[in-house]
Each structure stands twice: as C-alpha cells, then as structure tokens.
C-alpha cells in the first residue's frame, strides 16, 4: 500500500510518523511519501533564533491538558525539553486602562464573587446583567448557534465584549458572532444543560483545593523553541520519503489508484492520499467542482504577529504582567501583546524584554500588508498609550500569515461532515485532516494526524499495532 501526505504541516509530520511507526512495528509493505511545497517543514511553527533570544513566529505554545502533543514531543526525544510557562497576571486593556483578568475567570465565566464585583471592566449594570445567569433558564435547543449569542444570553453584551470576545479572539482570530458554539467550546452548552447557569457549573466543575501546590501553568513548550519539535519528527522519517520543496498540482483518479502531477511536471500514483494543506489549497487540487466549492467555502481570516527585542531599561513602566488581551470596542491595531520574557523566562536573557505584539481581525486584515516599518511604528505608537517604551527594539521581526485562521462558522461541523462524506464518495482512499476541520491547536492537528492513519489502516483492514 503507497500512501502520499500533502503538506508538511504539524499534522502532515505526525501522520507520516505514526504510518511508518506503524509499517516498522507490522513488518508490512505500507511505504508513505511526504510532500511539502516549501523548503522548510512545520507549516505555521517557524522559530526565529536571534542572538540568545529564542523567537516564535506561529504558535508558542500548546495545551498540556490535551495529551497527544507532549505524547508525540516524548516519543520524538524531546521529554526532558518540555517546559511549562510562569503563571502570572494577564490583563485586558479597555479605555486605555489594563484591567486585571478577574481571578476565578474561566475563559471568561465568573466563578468568584469578590474580583467580578471589584473590576473595573464592566459597569455595575453590566455586572447585574450577568447575574441573571444565576436564576435564567437553560435554553431548549438542539441547533447550532454563534459563540456570541450563546454568551449574551448567558452573561450579557459587557462581559463578552470585554472580556470572553478578547480571551477568544486569541485562539480563532475571529468574529465571534459568526463562530460556532458547537465546533469550538461545546463543552459550554453541556455546562448550561447540566447546571443551567454557566456561572454555578463552572465553579462546581473547579477541582478543590487540598494541599498548597506549585500552581503549574496550562501550557508547555519547548526549551529551544517549536522548531526543535518539527526537527525531531523530522530526524525520526525516512529521509528518502520526505519530498521538499515539491508542489502539488492536482490529484487524478485512474485504474491504479491515484495519479499526482505535481508542478516540476512529474507524476506519481498512490493507494491513498491525505491532505493536511488548509482548505483554500485543497481545493485547488480537486477537478470535482463540489470539492472545490466545499473546501473554498471554509473562511479564514489572516494575521500578522511582530516580535521586539529590548534592553529591559527600555520598558520603564511597573507593568510585569505576562501580557494583554484588547477589549473588542477599543481603537487599538494590536489585539494582544504578550511579554514572552516573563511568560516563557527561557526565551530572552535576563536583562532583555521580549514582546510578541498581534494585528488584524475581520474586517481589519489591511493592515497585515503593511510595510515591516510601518507596521512596527503601529505597534509602538499603540504600546505607548498604555506602557512606556523608549525607543526603538534592537531586533524586530514581523511575521505574516495569510488565510492562515480557519473560521469555524455556525453550522461547521455540519459542513465538515457533508464535506467529508462527499469525499468518500467520490474520492475513496482519499482523506484530509488538519486545522481547517476539528480544531486548530497544535494537539488537536496532531490528533487528527494520528486519526487520519487509524481511519486507513481500517480502510486496508490492518489492525493498528501502535495507535489505540
């Protein structure tokens, strides 16, 4: 069985992984060929090493609560490099004023009476307005619905928009009156149906305190950054089945299975084929003019982020939170800004600061294009209306990400689900996976890596070996 992969992204490496890991451990004759169009794997990770800094360019960081990625880091060798982040202080800035996340938040729910009464964030109408999830009723339906109707129902129009809308707007990039409530936190409308009010169901599902622990943060990284992660996957494949650098031009179905005519002019045929590109690029591959329109119709936003380097004397404000979240009604470019120094100690020396500053959103994608020059006087100019920055960083580096935000929009899943049975059934053999479909974290890409091989090797009826 010859299986192509299609993207050299996070989940095109862990699904080349698991199926040669698989094929080793059976002894069988499954060869995988991996194709990336760039000279470089990882997709979205990209580490910029400057001078002692260590400098993410995508995503810094994953989730520890979801195993699949710390799995794979320790499969990999890298058990002793993972590193958990500081816990400290977040903020929300509204009305040029960095508000404290009240503590007890839970993605922005209450669950402590003391700091949602003292902030300043809401008005005391609005904090009356989200008392009422205490005595309203749970909502009777079974459809989706947008994340933003569900919260204002709940908790009202002050507390999402300065608060949830900000904390959420940094996962998704996106409106979050348009994304689905049931493709990114469904876990909140079990909460509503089994305690009614999502104040008193968050708090109830907040574990007891026992004995005084070292409170360990919820994300983890990698001592030489998420570069190294891409490079260990890579060092453990078969050199001679990863394909650089090698752009796909369509797939062409034919009596052997699967024709690939790549740009350069080859061609090759295969069993199977897995795309892990984003669904605007997978679209481009398919004739079927249902595909096309299918995956063309999954939204994305684009974002750019801008990584600073100070001698910390430079930053003269008391501020030592690790960063901040901007309100939705504010005039700010930047979205968020993250003091990485603090937050990830090991990223810069200890008499530097290193700050990793967020533009663009829906509706204001714009500014992403413009000039490196342009867009870091942007930044400044907004980081001193709310912290005292003199002068200019001594490195800089501005990272751009078109089309890179997948939008799960109400009634995504159902889209992905017709989606995908499409596929099947014109396309047999033929699977995709990745952040464009069942969540856009690096454990849930790795997740669906691992799937994608398991859904496979059940097509062939092999009996996973490995994979559970």
Avoid at 3 to 18: P, Q
Avoid at 387 to 397: F, H, L, Q, W
Wanted: proline content about 5%; aromatic content about 8%; overall charge negative.
């Amino acid at each position: 069985m010859k299986v192509a992969i299609i993207g050299g992204g996070i989940t095109g490496l862990t699904a080349a992984y698991y199926l040669q890991k698989e094929a080793l451990a059976q002894n069988s004759g499954i060869d995988v060929d991996l194709f990336e169009s760039s000279r470089e794997l990882g997709g979205k990770i990209k580490t910029n090493y400057y001078k002692d800094f260590i400098i993410e360019q995508g995503p810094d960081s994953f989730l520890a609560r979801k195993e699949s990625a710390a799995k794979l880091a320790k499969e990999v060798g890298l058990e002793q490099e993972l590193f958990s982040n500081t816990t400290g202080q977040a903020y929300v800035l509204k009305d040029d004023i960095l508000h404290p996340i009240p503590g007890g938040a839970v993605m922005g729910i209450p669950t402590k009476l003391g700091p949602f009464l003292t902030t300043g964030l809401f008005s005391p109408i609005g904090k009356l307005r989200a008392a009422l999830d205490l005595v309203l009723p749970k909502y009777q339906t079974v459809q989706d619905q947008s994340l933003g109707e569900f919260f204002r129902r709940r908790l009202g129009s002050e507390v999402v928009d300065n608060l949830i809308e900000p904390l959420l707007s940094g996962i998704y990039a996106g409106n979050i009156d348009r994304l689905s409530l049931q493709s990114t936190f469904p876990q909140f409308k079990e909460v509503e149906q089994q305690h009614r009010s999502l104040i008193l169901g968050m708090k109830a599902q907040r574990r007891p305190k026992t004995e005084p622990q070292k409170k360990q943060g919820a994300f983890l990284t990698l001592k030489n950054g998420l570069q190294s992660f891409v490079d260990a996957i890579e060092n453990h494949l078969d050199e001679d089945a990863v394909y650089k650098e090698q752009p796909l031009e369509k797939i062409v179905p034919n009596d052997e299975g699967y024709q690939l005519r790549f740009q350069n002019g080859e061609t090759r045929v295969y069993d199977n084929v897995v795309f892990t590109t984003p669904p605007h690029v997978t679209a481009s591959f398919f004739q079927d003019e249902k595909l096309k329109g299918g995956f063309s119709s999954i939204p994305s936003t684009s974002v750019a982020t801008i990584a600073m380097a100070f001698d910390k004397s430079q930053i003269t404000s008391d501020f030592h939170g690790t960063g901040f979240v901007v309100s939705k009604k504010s005039d700010y470019h930047i979205t968020a800004c993250t003091f990485t120094h603090l937050k990830w100690g090991h990223t810069a020396p200890d008499d530097k600061a290193l700050l990793r500053c967020y533009v663009g959103k829906p509706g204001e994608e714009a500014i992403v294009d413009k000039e490196d020059e342009e867009l870091k006087d942007i930044v400044l100019k907004d980081l001193n209306r709310v912290i005292a920055v003199n002068g200019d960083p001594e490195y800089y580096k501005v990272t751009r990400w078109h089309d890179a935000m997948p939008q799960y929009e109400v009634h995504h899943q159902q889209q992905i689900n017709e989606l995908f049975q499409t596929l099947q059934d014109t396309y047999p053999g033929v699977f995709v996976a990745g952040a464009g479909y069942h969540g856009v974290g690096l454990p849930d890409c790795i997740k669906q890596g691992e799937e994608v091989i398991q859904q496979i090797l059940s097509a062939a009826n092999i009996k996973p070996a490995l994979l559970s």
